[in-house]
T-cell receptor
Framework: DAGVIQSPRHEVTEMGQEVTLRCKPISGHNSLFWYRQTMMRGLELLIYFNNNVPIDDSGMPEDRFSAKMPNASFSTLKIQPSEPRDSAVYFC???????????????FGSGTQLSVL | AQKVTQAQTEISVVEKEDVTLDCVYETRDTTYYLFWYKQPPSGELVFLIRRNSFDEQNEISGRYSWNFQKSTSSFNFTITASQVVDSAVYFCALSGGGGATNKLIFGTGTLLAVQP
């Protein structure tokens, strides 16, 4: 079975450019999560969706970040304009949520290593 | 507020040694869930275990074991007879028991290096 698929694996861009990260969750999963990992802040939840609807975006750093989930099999995280401090590994994860609590295990993608010069 | 503390930033052991990774959590929820994830050098986080707050039984899976103690708010992870393939960053995580906006909070991770 295919796991969570993220693209690209690596992205190098210049400050000010738009960056779009992509994620395909596991088929049948109804929850999708975007995490950011840095040495300084560890793993931070940016936003998560349940049934394609954003539930909590309080972790999104600022207006430069936006995420969409147009259907159950695809999500994007966009940074516009990008800044050097956005350099991090961005992970997408999915799960099959039952009820209202987050107690299911998450399946993570391999991450996108973003470097903003 | 919920919080997960992994005080050990890095641990280095020699193969075949036993090693325990500590995890201390804070929550006001009476129902909550605790997790351990492994992040090998390849980068992808892999689920290891989930426990709910009502189940304090320790669990053993092969060389892995987990000690959950509510009295000390700890959920420690022990690897017996460590192997080089166990080298990874290990994350402890916590989620509350209710509410659609509940989040999964990760600790800062412990880097385990197993030397041959």
């Amino acid at each position: 079975d295919a796991g969570v698929i993220q693209s690209p694996r690596h992205e190098v861009t210049e400050m000010g450019q738009e960056v779009t990260l992509r994620c395909k969750p596991i088929s049948g999963h109804n929850s999708l999560f975007w995490y950011r990992q840095t040495m300084m802040r560890g793993l931070e939840l940016l936003i998560y969706f349940n049934n394609n609807v954003p539930i909590d975006d309080s972790g999104m750093p600022e207006d430069r970040f936006s995420a969409k989930m147009p259907n159950a099999s695809f999500s994007t995280l966009k940074i516009q304009p990008s800044e050097p401090r956005d350099s991090a590994v961005y992970f997408c994860a999915s799960s099959h949520r039952r009820g209202g609590s987050l107690n299911e295990k998450l399946f993570f993608g391999s991450g996108t290593q973003l470097s903003v010069l | 507020a919920q919080k997960v503390t992994q005080a050990q930033t890095e641990i280095s052991v020699v193969e075949k040694e036993d090693v325990t990774l500590d995890c201390v959590y804070e929550t006001r929820d009476t129902t909550y869930y605790l997790f351990w994830y492994k992040q090998p050098p390849s980068g992808e986080l892999v689920f290891l275990i989930r426990r709910n707050s009502f189940d304090e039984q320790n669990e053993i899976s092969g060389r892995y074991s987990w000690n959950f103690q509510k009295s000390t708010s700890s959920f420690n992870f022990t690897i017996t007879a460590s192997q080089v393939v166990d080298s990874a960053v290990y994350f402890c995580a916590l989620s509350g028991g209710g509410g659609a906006t509940n989040k999964l909070i990760f600790g800062t991770g412990t880097l385990l290096a197993v030397q041959p």
